[in-house]
């Protein structure tokens, strides 16, 4: 599989576009360049994407995260920069060369289902393969097994109209996953759907990516939908990356001010690991049998409260051998509940603050 690369990317519409990124390499904010006319929609995003990853880009409005995708598979053109996929640089291909790529190996999914109402739902998921020039008899059926895989068997012959918004959506996501491409874009797909049916299609992504191991850079507003789906998370701030990370890293260590109120609202719980919370130091009151509430370093806070809550002592931290990675006091885990980002702080401190709320 192949990895995706954005090599020091910029977009800016409006007057003297190279002069701007000039001054932008220099220092100058968006601010300055708005007053003469111009717009910086992105400046110097930098990222790898590993092969089967699902790297999430997430941000408010205007922050510049569609436009970054939609240089991603040239349909913006960066005024400076590169993009770099399987070896080539799209950035240098010829029109006719981007599209051979795009409809080979780059497939995306968009906000609003964009499905032809005049086609059954088997034609809809087909059209991309329609695109390639691959006959009828074989687009059909890759079609169809598509529809299965996101769990539309039956439902071949409705048309769009007869179904759900979050069926709409399931259907654009066959039709990306039935040209068989390596890598998905995926530009706020959930964002307009109910949040029932949006978790559901969180899940249903989950799931799928679990079998198919595709690589996909995702587009979010929604932190929780960025923290739940993302192996590593980009946040933008006017146009530039402001952190680069985990979900552990950006809720234990935010960057700035501006990550760190972002974050606030996050069911922590359903992020953070034992191993993100526990501490090397085990309390001189925990008793040498501590280590009959073990867990392994990969479990929920939300479920190490359950263990926590039956337990008299701190709770263990162990390795899949066996030894003793560290334990989770009481102090720690109240802390990271009630919201103290920094989870890998001295556990007096953590006392301290916990003392304090």
Aim: with cysteine.
């Amino acid at each position: 599989m192949s990895r995706l690369q954005a090599d020091h990317l910029y977009k800016v519409f409006g007057r003297r576009p190279d002069e701007a990124v000039r001054r932008l390499a220099a220092g100058a904010d968006r601010d300055e360049l708005r007053a003469d006319g111009t717009t910086a929609a992105v400046v110097d995003a930098g990222f790898t994407v590993d092969p089967g990853q699902i790297f999430v880009v997430m941000g408010l409005s205007g922050s510049g995260k569609s436009t970054l995708l939609r240089m991603l598979n040239g349909l913006l053109e960066p005024t400076a920069g590169r993009v770099l996929y399987d070896g080539h640089d799209l950035t240098a291909l010829s029109p006719r060369e981007l599209r051979e790529v795009r409809s080979k190996k780059i497939s995306m999914v968009f906000q609003h289902f964009a499905l032809f109402p005049h086609r059954n739902v088997l034609e809809n998921a087909a059209y991309g393969l329609e695109v390639q020039g691959v006959p009828r008899a074989e687009r059909e059926t890759r079609a169809a097994e598509a529809l299965e895989l996101c769990g539309l068997a039956g439902w071949e012959k409705s048309w769009p109209d007869e179904l759900s918004g979050g069926m709409q959506q399931r259907v654009g996501l066959a039709r990306a996953l039935a040209t068989d491409a390596e890598l998905l874009l995926m530009d706020e797909s959930f964002s307009a759907l109910d949040p029932l049916i949006r978790r559901d299609m969180q899940d249903q992504l989950l799931v799928l990516q679990q079998r198919l191991k595709k690589t996909i850079v995702f587009i979010t507003h929604d932190l929780n939908e960025a923290m739940r789906l993302g192996d590593k998370i980009a946040v933008m701030r006017d146009g530039r990356i402001v952190q680069l990370g985990t979900a552990e890293d950006i809720l234990v260590r935010p960057a700035d001010d501006y990550v760190a109120s972002f974050i606030q609202d996050v069911d922590r719980s359903r992020v953070l690991t034992a191993a993100a919370v526990m501490t090397d130091a085990v309390p001189a009151d925990c008793p040498e049998d501590c280590a009959c509430r073990a867990v392994g370093p990969d479990m929920l806070v939300a479920d190490l409260c359950a263990v926590a809550a039956l337990a008299p002592h701190p709770v263990t931290v162990e390795d899949t051998d066996g030894s003793v990675l560290g334990v989770v006091p009481t102090e720690r885990l109240l802390a990271v509940m009630g919201g103290v980002a920094a989870t890998n702080a001295p556990l007096a401190e953590v006392q301290e603050v916990t003392a304090r709320a």
